[in-house]
């Protein structure tokens, strides 16, 4: 089942504008991350945020979290036609590294050049 | 590092027929996933092995999925008798148990049952 919900489900935007996208999980989490996919290929890890941290940085994202609304939000600055993607966050229930993830459906951006 | 190995990248296949996707985890990692991505239901995990040992299976559909890792470097998941339902992209993922929590994912297969 899935528990990440992202929204929106699609955001299209001009380059060198900032994308921000939302995720809503159910249960308690050890920690968030996100990942981004490009049509047709395999997921990529981009950045995870733990469960005691409210935001974190890593060159153009911010990620934040909000454990009491059970909700993240991934904030890409300065958007490039090559973020063009979909982002996905994911769910660690246990920690640890050893669980599988639990996947929202993603947010599909798109950057207009 | 090659990155997880995924083979074969596309499979096209009749009902009824016997499914068996491939995996090899990056050399080092210790836990395995297997996840299936659909656009009706999205990404979602299948089964996992920690040391070779499937810890969770919870998530294989039905009996007609069964996975297996032999050794830490290979990693299978057949579907027998496959079905048109079955059609999806099918990805593995690898992890070092107790490191960055990161998992690296394959490319994945593409399944298409007729």
């Known amino acids: 089942s899935q528990q990440g919900e992202e929204d929106p489900q699609a955001l299209s935007i001009q380059e060198g504008e900032n994308a921000t996208m939302n995720c809503s999980y159910k249960t308690s989490i050890n920690n968030l991350q996100w990942y981004r996919q490009n049509s047709g290929r395999g997921l990529v890890h981009l950045i995870l945020i733990r469960s005691n941290e409210r935001e974190k940085h890593s060159g153009r994202l911010r990620v934040t979290l909000d454990t009491s609304k059970k909700s993240s939000s991934l904030l890409i600055t300065a958007s490039r036609a090559a973020d063009t993607a979909s982002y996905f966050c994911a769910t660690d229930s246990n920690g640890g590294g050893a669980d599988g993830l639990t996947f929202g459906k993603g947010t599909h951006l798109i950057i207009q050049p | ?114």
């Not at chain 2, 296949?13 to 239901?41: A, D």
């Not at chain 2, 039905?62 to 990693?75: L, Q, T």
């Open chain 2, 1 to 114: 590092d090659a990155g997880v190995i995924q083979s074969p990248r596309h499979e096209v296949t009749e009902m009824g027929q016997e499914v068996t996707l491939r995996c090899k985890p990056i050399s080092g990692h210790n836990s395995l996933f297997w996840y299936r991505q659909t656009m009706m239901r999205g990404l979602e995990l299948l089964i996992y092995f920690n040391n070779n040992v499937p810890i969770d299976d919870s998530g294989m559909p039905e009996d007609r999925f069964s996975a297996k890792m032999p050794n830490a470097s290979f990693s299978t998941l057949k579907i027998q008798p496959s079905e048109p339902r079955d059609s999806a992209v099918y990805f593995c993922a690898s992890s070092f148990a107790g490191g960055s929590y990161e998992q690296y994912f394959g490319p994945g297969t593409r399944l298409t049952v007729t």
